[in-house]
């Protein structure tokens, strides 16, 4: 009876081990249905990744190529500003050196006309005072000589 009970213990030990190890086995299968999701997720989340990476690799290489672009449009653009700044300032100074220039020759301009209106009145005074002499010279001469007609012959 002995050996009864130890088989009965024995099936009764036996079926706990069974349910210890169904227990252990689906504890197992769920422990590694939940590995597989797990892995499954981060297969999805790294494809993810990687589509995310590449699509950031053709953005960065339009971004490049509009960069490239607006470098050739702008770089062109700035030696023509520049040489066209250059062009300016070399005028401006030419401009203000003529200005100076055009002033000095007016102040010039205007002594020497000054100039030029008070000899032409000083020689129109004289010009005035010898047309007077003239005259007074030619009257004097011709009292004179009718003074010297009369001497000569005094009945006219």
């Known amino acids: 009876m002995k050996n009864?009970?130890?088989?009965?213990?024995?099936?009764?030990?036996?079926?706990?081990?069974?349910?210890?190890?169904?227990?252990s086995k689906s504890a197992f299968a769920s422990f590694q249905a939940r590995e597989e999701e797990i892995e499954k997720?981060?297969?999805?989340?790294?494809?993810?990744?990687?589509?995310?990476?590449?699509?950031?690799?053709?953005?960065?290489?339009?971004l490049a190529q509009v960069w490239e672009e607006l470098e050739v449009l702008t770089d062109p653009m700035r030696k023509e500003v520049a040489s066209v700044r250059k062009k300016i300032d070399v005028a401006n100074r030419e401009?203000?050196?003529?200005?100076?220039?055009?002033?000095?020759?007016?102040?010039?301009?205007?002594?020497?006309?000054?100039?030029?209106?008070?000899?032409?009145?000083?020689?129109?005074?004289?010009?005035?005072?010898?047309?007077?002499?003239?005259k007074e010279s030619e009257n004097v001469r011709m009292k004179k000589l009718e003074e010297l007609s009369k001497n000569i012959d005094p009945s006219c």
Do not use: P
């Not at 009864?4 to 227990?23: C, F, P, Q, R, T």
């Not at 997720?41 to 339009?62: H, Y």
């Not at 102040?107 to 129109?124: C, S």
């Open 95 to 134: 401009v203000r050196s003529l200005g100076q220039s055009c002033q000095k020759k007016e102040k010039e301009y205007k002594e020497a006309l000054d100039a030029f209106h008070q000899k032409n009145n000083e020689k129109n005074q004289l010009t005035a005072t010898l047309v007077e002499l003239v």
């Open 41 to 62: 997720m981060k297969m999805q989340v790294k494809e993810k990744v990687e589509m995310k990476l590449g699509q950031a690799e053709e953005q960065t290489r339009r």
């Open 4 to 23: 009864l009970a130890n088989m009965g213990s024995g099936v009764s030990a036996s079926v706990d081990e069974n349910d210890d190890e169904d227990i």
